[in-house]
């Protein structure tokens, strides 16, 4: 290859080693192996021909912008659907939201590839072409050589939630040390509620709609930006040191040295990310923080089951948890009752804000982790929004 090749830091010739397949993907435990135990994998292998496959592929619905193989490569394109041409203003900023400019009603754009696959796959994130697939060009990985659907650097994220119900805009977030998010803007163009909470809510009477009313599953972005959730008039809401310093890639993606320093792709995250401030840490639940949400989300769930507001049956008749289910750790999987009302009312902005504050942090908050202040803050403000009375998990505000 002569000087036109490229050499490692000990000046080896990366084209000459043979075993160029093994290292990052192909070796024990590299990126293929790594990627097959995380649940974009299984996701899949568990859905394989059924109707959930169907509905997540489907064009013209919203489901395959996240759940299709191709999701990001549409979106990135610039190529979804909408209603009587309308536009989504920041879809290069993973925006999926709009205002119908005929009905005038919230809406969210649809996916118009014609993959028959529902996986979240290497070609998924990963802008893979004849020029730098391995497969075909021969030539072994050099870092760097395979990029990201979504530029890693300068790459804008808006929240869907618009700052005024003006217009459906999101907001821009601020990512560490006031840039971007790097690698991590990938993971949030999924990751997101897909609901403009401020146009989402009406000050009086809200309906809820169907079970599946409020922010939908893996809504971590709202949270980690402290930008999404519903937040209360005259409260401000704090900056936590894991969004001013770290992305997602950050705690789910450690490098692996024995992989030439790739990510790992199982994209779990590890106690090994956080100890480099934590020290000493041995689990997730530093200084009790988790324990606390946990509680603080029992609470909640307590006081809205009882109200008859919650559900985890997908059909009528919505029955509420039983007293077995209530702070049994699946948080995540409970539902709001359809067409449900406090006290006989429909819900007012900030009841509603409640109820979409506890289904936000239940489903995308990893028990406050992700923005221990905000989470904190959100919960608190909620309870009190229902009840008029502080968390005993939090007695004073965050
Ligand atoms: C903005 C991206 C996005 C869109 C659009 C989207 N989803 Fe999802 N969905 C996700 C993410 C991310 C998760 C994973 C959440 C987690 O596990 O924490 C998920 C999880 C789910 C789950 C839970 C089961 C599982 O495998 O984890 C179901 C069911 C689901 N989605 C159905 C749908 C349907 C139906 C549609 C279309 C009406 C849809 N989704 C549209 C991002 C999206
Ligand atoms: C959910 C998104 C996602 C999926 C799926 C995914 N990756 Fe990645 N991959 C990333 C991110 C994020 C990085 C880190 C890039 C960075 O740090 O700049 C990365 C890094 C890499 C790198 C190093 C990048 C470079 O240019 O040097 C390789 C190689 C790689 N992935 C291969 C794969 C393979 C092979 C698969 C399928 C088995 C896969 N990835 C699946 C998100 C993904
Ligand atoms: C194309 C959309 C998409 C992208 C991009 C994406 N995810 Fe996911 N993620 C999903 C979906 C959908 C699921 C649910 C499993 C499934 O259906 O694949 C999921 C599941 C997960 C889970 C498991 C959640 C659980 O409840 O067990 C983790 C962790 C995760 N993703 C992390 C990441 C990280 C970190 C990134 C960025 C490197 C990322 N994801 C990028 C769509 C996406
Ligand atoms: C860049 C340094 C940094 C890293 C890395 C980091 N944290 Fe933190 N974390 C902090 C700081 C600083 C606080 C204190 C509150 C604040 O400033 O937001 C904090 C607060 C917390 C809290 C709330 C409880 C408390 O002590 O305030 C939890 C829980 C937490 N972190 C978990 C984690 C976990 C789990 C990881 C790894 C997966 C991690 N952190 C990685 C800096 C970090
Ligand atoms: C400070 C480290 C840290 C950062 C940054 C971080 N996560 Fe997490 N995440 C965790 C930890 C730790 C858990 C698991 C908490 C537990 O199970 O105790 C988790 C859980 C999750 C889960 C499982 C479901 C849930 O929410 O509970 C998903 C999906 C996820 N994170 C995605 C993301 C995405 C997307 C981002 C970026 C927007 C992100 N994470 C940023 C540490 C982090």
């Known amino acids: 290859m002569g000087a036109t090749g ?15 397949c093994l290292s990052p993907c192909h070796g024990f435990n590299g990126v293929v192996t790594q990627y097959q135990t995380s649940a974009h994998y299984i996701a899949y292998v568990q859905n394989l021909g059924t109707a959930q496959a169907t509905e997540w592929t489907a064009t013209g619905e919203a489901c395959g912008n996240c759940h299709a193989i191709d999701a990001l490569a549409g979106r990135v394109a610039g190529t979804v659907g909408t209603t009587n041409g309308g536009v989504v203003t920041n879809l290069a900023s993973g925006e999926l939201q709009f205002r119908d ?25 990963h802008a893979v072409t004849d020029a730098n697939d391995p497969h075909k060009t021969g030539i072994p990985w050099t870092p760097g050589s395979f990029p990201l659907q979504v530029a890693a650097s300068g790459s804008a994220i808006n929240i ?56 939908h599953e893996g809504p971590q972005a709202d949270l980690f930006t402290g930008t999404g959730g519903y937040q209360y008039a005259g409260k401000t809401y704090g900056e936590a040191t894991h969004e001013q310093k770290l992305s997602c890639i950050d705690c789910h993606m450690v490098s692996v040295a024995d992989n030439s320093g790739v990510p790992d792709h199982s994209f779990a995250p590890r106690i090994s990310a956080c100890v480099s401030c934590h020290a000493g840490a041995t689990s997730f639940d530093i200084n009790g923080f988790e324990s606390q949400v946990k509680s603080a989300l029992t609470q909640i769930e307590t006081y809205l089951n009882t109200a008859g507001v919650l559900t985890r049956a997908v059909a009528a008749p919505y029955t509420p948890l039983t007293t077995a289910q209530l702070g ?17 009312q429909l819900m007012t902005r900030d009841q509603a804000g409640a109820l979409y504050n506890y289904i936000l942090v239940a489903r995308g908050g990893a028990y406050g982790v992700h923005n221990p202040k905000y989470v904190a803050e959100l919960l608190s403000d909620s309870y009190t929004a229902l009840t008029g009375l502080p968390l005993a998990a939090f007695p004073s505000r965050p």
């Open 160 to 215: 869907e939630k618009s700052a005024t119900s003006a217009a459906v805009t999101g907001t821009q977030a601020t990512g560490p040390d006031g840039g971007d998010f790097g690698a991590g803007s990938t993971c949030m163009w999924c990751h997101r509620s897909r609901v403009d909470v401020t146009n989402y809510l009406t000050d009086t009477g809200n309906v809820i709609t169907s079970v599946y009313w409020g922010p």
């Open 6 to 20: 490229t050499f490692d830091a000990g000046g080896v010739d990366l084209a000459s080693i043979p075993v160029s």
């Open 328 to 344: 049994d750790g699946l948080w995540a999987t409970d539902q709001p009752v359809p067409k449900a009302t406090l006290g006989g």
């Open 101 to 125: 400019p005929t009905t005038g009603a919230l809406s969210t754009s649809t996916y118009l590839g014609s993959a028959l696959t529902a996986e979240v796959y290497c070609t998924t994130c």
